[in-house]
């Protein structure tokens, strides 16, 4: 099993099931799957399908406990999550640092032993004893006015760091539907031409004076990096300028041409 497979999320208390919906979809997101509940004010699974959706097997895979110490028995390795400052010293953490440690203590663990990130009721929290079962106290760093997270969001940011420190530094990002290799210098220089055409079709230098123009605008698409459909779907935009105003200009010589042609 991979360590995010013995990573269980225990919610203590949890008041409001769209919190629970929330855990549970950022759950599904980060590749966690095993959530523990103690005591709840509400556990509706048919509703909380409907809030997070395609979270079937997380919702049927939950499990209800009466009391905490219950919900951590087979944790070979708690972390809770607080926002509040407390008089006792704690061995504190932030969920960055800590994300490694939990993997590793999940990879170490013994058979049928889990490694757990505990949350508190949205509205007070984790109380002291609740603490004093866990190995280390983390903390989310937010605005010093406003410190208190919201319980699916606390969550969500613990289990983003946990899906980073696994896998989610090695994922990619999708490929373009079309590669296409770098621009090449006579791509660029016809590209460019075309483009001075185009400006000066539509009368856009004016006064300006249009080497330094050309100038600036060949600085901005260099530091773009264009690759050859890039260069190329500009250079398209540039010659349809141009062949938009001659058949403008052109419908409007032979506007004036059947004028003189035809007068009233």
């Keep these: ?20 919906a929330g855990t549970i979809r950022a759950m ?34 939950t499990r209800l406990y009466d009391t905490l110490p219950e919900a951590l028995a087979d944790a070979s390795f708690v972390v809770a999550l607080t926002a ?47 603490l004093d079962l866990a190995h280390r106290t983390a903390t989310i760093p937010t605005n010093p006015d406003h410190r208190s997270l919201n319980l699916a969001q606390a969550v969500l940011v613990v289990a983003y760091e946990l899906w980073l420190a696994d896998e989610g530094s090695e994922q990619g990002f999708k490929p373009p539907r079309r590669d296409a290799p770098p621009a090449s210098v006579e791509l660029l220089e016809t590209m460019f031409a075309d483009l001075e055409q185009a400006l000066s079709t539509i009368d856009f230098f004016k006064t300006r004076a249009t080497e330094s123009v050309m100038r600036t605008l ?47």
């Design 218 to 264: 060949r600085e901005l698409l260099h530091r773009a990096d264009l690759d050859t459909r890039e260069a190329s779907f500009l250079r398209a935009v540039a010659i349809e300028i141009r062949k938009y105003v001659d058949r403008q200009s052109a419908r409007v010589r032979e506007y004036e041409s059947a004028k003189v042609e035809h007068p009233e």
């Design 84 to 130: 509040r400052g407390r008089r006792a010293k704690r061995a504190m953490a932030r969920p960055r640092e800590i994300a490694p440690e939990l993997l590793r203590r999940a990879a170490e663990a013994p058979e049928g032993a889990t490694v757990a990130i505990l949350f508190g009721r949205e509205d007070q929290g984790l109380p002291n004893w609740a």
């Design 28 to 61: 599904k997101n980060f590749g966690l799957s095993q959530l523990r509940l103690v005591t709840p004010a509400e556990w509706n699974p048919w509703r909380i399908e409907g809030i997070a959706h395609d979270t079937e097997d997380i919702v049927a895979g």
């Design 1 to 20: 099993m991979r360590p995010l497979g013995r990573v269980v999320v225990v919610l203590w208390e949890t008041q409001d099931v769209v919190n629970i």
